[in-house]
């Protein structure tokens, strides 16, 4: 472990540096990444191919998402009003005390941890949204390389380094530490001292044991786990009385996309128990027959997926549905399945409510909508949450959608959950154990703010201000002043 | 413990109604609190004189600032741009994909345990910064009453059960427990499932072991422990040349204001051992010597001051500058006491990195500048930092700036960190141990914070939107529209 002590050093050492580069710097430094994978081309995309078993077309279009997260960053550090900037004046002639000058602004944390996720191998691993966010905060990264796809993050991490190089960023700016498979390493990077916050997406065991670990230290720091999550769907009766089938080919469709590897994955569907849901689940499940199986992301993760689904399926009154007829060629695709179970027997068996990580869904038979709102109430924190409903049950049922608001990060309305769009209004991030800290995003500009705290100023001399702060702003943000926003 | 289940339940009832009361709802029931807690009058004031032996100046100020907050988060309610609302509008004819409308806004979490100070038996207890903005952002709120001034606590916990009931707010939007000075009561506040996030202002044993709690729960859950601090105070030594005298006047007042009891009381000053050194040390100790012992809070916080006061002075090579020396009339008056010691013994002792809770203050005498830096560099985190130096200094020195920096909320320039106004801009919160969470602020608007978490809505009819998220911005209020902010 030396030689990881020795990058924690040169990484604190970095943010000394690299916490007063300006934003218009910080901006260059991204947009050079993104210029740097893009100039890996297709022998990235390749290396991926062979390490996920992700087909090209998702690879171009992850590779996409991740420079254009990397643009994202750029753009908000250039606008530069993210740093939430707020001057109170003072005034002098107060009585009975003089007002004091304030101004407080965000400002970096230090080194940033980041565990990449096995299924994003570029927009949440290397230089995904977590390595993006934190570099743009002002926070040096040092990262864990995921086993399942070695080469493709060291790839990855040597574009990053050869876009600090050639914008003249500090040495230690970023590192990326080969840890293999075992815990000890990742162990070793959250328990040092200079490691100041923590980045992982991946499964519930790995995320909590993180978490658990960074309390346990002698200085806690935050951890930011994006874990499981079910993403419960609900079908209303009578939406489902106009529309089961159109429903149901939406849902085939994203219950099945990407081998279902995706943490917004629609794992939970909830319906009142009549002749529409009946419908519903006969077109579901004609649809889920037909799916093509696909490999999946590894060995281990369909092993994973299996032994879960053969779980889910041996639990007393549950129904398979369906599952695909079309012949497998290797053995590590996925089978798509649809399960069904009756609201009672869900109610009292926690195994049913836990995430199978692949394209699987069950459905929960209530018999009203008394009990599909009990169950409901009685489902953990998630991601998102989905409501397939008609206008007007959306509104003569609010006690409904404020159950499904109290357990998710997103509500989503007549849609899917899959597809999280990367903007300033997205929420990915829900109440535990969906994710270790709700109030915080993993995806959009917004989640920059993991990686920062407020710091305040006292009768600060104006031309010793950061340029955020000063009388003239020169940067020309949007700032509070004397309790007014402006620019 | 039955009892405050009850109250626990009742409360989360209360949270099913309180969320959706509007900002203008919310902002009446609290000036109503502001008026319920004036027309206590004298009565409350007398009350809290006789238990915490604070003046009745000093009590009427502190009322004073307590109203000023309730009255500034209803400001902040009035005018509704705090909920950091943001708007991506869909784009159907996107490619490759459609864009889906998302709208996102932050929303409380649910039911806060507040514990409250000792020393701010108003601003920071049952009707303090806490409450205040954990009502403010919509949360109900549950205070275990300090045993410390328990009368104190009950007069203004039925003040705003007043205040709730004549503006309509739901049954358990606010309860008080009585628990006395045992732990038990608030471990099973801290633990109950019900409970959402903690507020907290004291000892860092006390809030560190409920930070330990809550993260031990099967859901863990945000503590924001405010704790100790002391608060380091650098002179450079161009400062001293110029104004040794006056700043030993500020700092004798600084270090003895309210008994030194308070959370931002200057209990550590290092300078640069010199002639000019020598001369703030002779002047601070002729005030410290004629202050006039003040009775401390309770017996408990005057043994605690006395017997770390004793342990301080009795480590090797500690000087005693000075005492007061005015009889005191009474025991649990607190004696002024300042004292000195090397810069290589203090490094090397970590008791005297600890806080002395009264009016204390260790002097650290440097070799060098470099030493100064060195002995920065080895101090935890702090809510605050002081710089006494001259504008030249600030400029020459910015590996001073920057260490001090780096360990705390708030850094001052030319002035004492006593005194902590209540605005936009101030950080009340620093770096681990001096708070468990340096992303929020325990002071000013920006408190609201600490108790909301971002919500997303997809694809929702604008009608049935919360009002703050509507294309016609009923509210009137700034919000991120398409990546631009507007009103």
Redesign the interface.
């Known amino acids: 472990m030396e030689s990881i002590h020795q990058i924690m050093r040169q990484s604190a050492e970095a943010f000394?540096v690299y916490r007063k580069v300006s934003g218009k710097e910080k901006a260059r430094f991204l947009r050079a990444i993104a210029e740097e994978i893009e100039a890996l081309g297709m022998a990235l995309i390749q290396t991926t191919m062979e390490e996920t078993n992700l087909p090209e077309a998702r690879l171009l279009g992850e590779r996409g998402r991740t420079i254009f997260q990397c643009k994202m960053f750029a753009d908000l550090l250039e606008e530069g009003?993210w740093v939430e900037a707020?001057?109170?004046t003072a005034d002098l002639a107060r009585t009975p005390?003089p007002?004091?000058d304030?101004?407080?602004m965000l400002?970096p944390?230090g080194t940033v941890v980041v565990f990449g996720a096995s299924n994003f191998p570029y927009a949440y691993s290397t230089a995904g949204g977590d390595t993006a966010s934190a570099l743009a905060a002002g926070c040096p990264v040092v990262v864990k390389g995921h086993p399942a796809h070695a080469r493709t993050s060291t790839m990855v991490a040597e574009a990053i380094l050869r876009a600090a190089e050639r914008t003249g960023m500090p040495k230690g700016v970023f590192a990326h530490v080969d840890g293999g498979n075992g815990f000890e390493v990742g162990k070793y990077l959250v328990m040092h001292p200079l490691t100041k916050a923590v980045g992982f997406t991946g499964s519930f065991i790995g995320g909590k044991a993180l978490?658990?670990l960074a309390?346990q230290r002698p200085?806690?720091i935050?951890v930011f786990s994006e874990m499981g999550s079910i993403n419960p769907v609900v079908l209303m009766p009578e939406k489902m009385s106009v529309a089961s089938e159109d429903v149901a080919l939406k849902y085939a469709a994203s219950i099945t996309q990407g081998a279902g590897q995706f943490c917004t994955n629609p794992g939970l569907i909830l319906g009142v128990d009549n002749a529409d849901l009946s419908n519903f689940i006969k077109v579901l499940a004609k649809e889920i027959e037909q799916i093509v199986p696909v490999k999946m992301l590894n060995a281990g993760i369909y092993q994973n997926y299996e032994s879960k689904r053969v779980v889910a399926l041996s639990q007393e009154n549950v129904i398979a549905e369906a599952e695909s007829l079309i012949e497998r060629t290797e053995t590590i695709q996925a089978v798509s399945t649809v399960a069904s179970v009756d609201a009672d027997t869900f109610l009292d068996n926690p195994t049913l409510h836990q995430e199978v990580f692949g394209p699987f869904s069950l459905l929960v038979k209530c018999k009203d909508e008394a009990q599909l709102l009990t169950v409901i109430q009685h489902l953990e924190?998630q991601l998102t949450t989905t409501l397939m409903a008609t206008?007007a049950e959306?509104?003569t049922h609010p006690e409904i959608?404020?159950a499904l608001?109290s357990i998710?990060?997103?509500?989503?309305?007549?849609?899917v959950p899959t597809?999280v769009?990367v903007?300033?209004?997205?929420?990915h991030?829900g109440?535990?154990?969906a994710c270790?800290?709700?109030?915080?995003?993993a995806v959009g500009p917004?989640a920059i703010k993991r990686f920062?705290?407020?710091?305040?100023?006292?009768?600060?001399?104006n031309s010793?201000l950061p340029a955020e702060l000063q009388n003239e702003n020169p940067l020309n943000i949007?700032r509070?002043v004397d309790?007014n926003?402006q620019k």
Chains 1, 2 share one sequence.
């Open positions: 000394q009003s707020r001057i109170d005390l007002k004091v304030i101004r407080k400002v944390i978490f658990d309390n200085e806690p935050p924190g206008e959306l509104s959608v404020d608001r998710c990060g997103r509500l989503i309305f007549d849609g597809g769009e903007c300033f209004a997205m929420q991030g109440p535990f154990p270790t800290d709700a109030r915080f995003s917004d920062v705290r407020p710091a305040s100023f006292q009768n600060f001399p010793l949007w509070m309790n926003w």
